[in-house]
């Protein structure tokens, strides 16, 4: 979460691909923006979550608290898959734009 927290679109941008400006960057910088944005919702969903569980006595609650929580931490996992795949796909773009015969 700390490298994705507090940085700008073009910040994220720039540690995948560095200040490559391929065609197309602009959206695909605002698409891992957004991921990025998504990601750190569940995370942080996810950390809150497992906070609480140290303040629930319930066996009931408690199980209900862990479900939830394990549901969140599965979801940060998806998340993590999708902004991956869509560094992956910008440094891609950057290095077939930076082949390019100038």
């Given amino acids: 979460m700390d490298t994705l927290a507090n ?16 065609p197309g960057r ?5 698409k891992l923006y957004g991921q990025a944005q998504r990601l750190l919702k569940f995370a942080q969903s996810y ?12 066996p009931e609650e408690r199980s209900a608290a862990i479900e939830t929580a ?3 931490d599965w979801q940060v996992n998806v998340e ?4 991956t795949q869509i560094a992956a796909d910008g440094s891609q773009q950057a290095k077939k734009f930076q082949k390019q015969p100038k």
């Fill in 70 to 72: 394990n549901n969140f």
């Fill in 26 to 30: 602009d959206a695909w910088e605002q």
């Fill in 47 to 58: 950390l809150d979550r497992t906070k609480k569980l140290d303040t629930i006595t319930n």
């Fill in 7 to 22: 940085k700008t679109q073009t910040q994220l941008a720039n540690e995948v691909v560095g200040e490559v400006q391929f």
């Fill in 80 to 83: 993590q898959t999708a902004y």
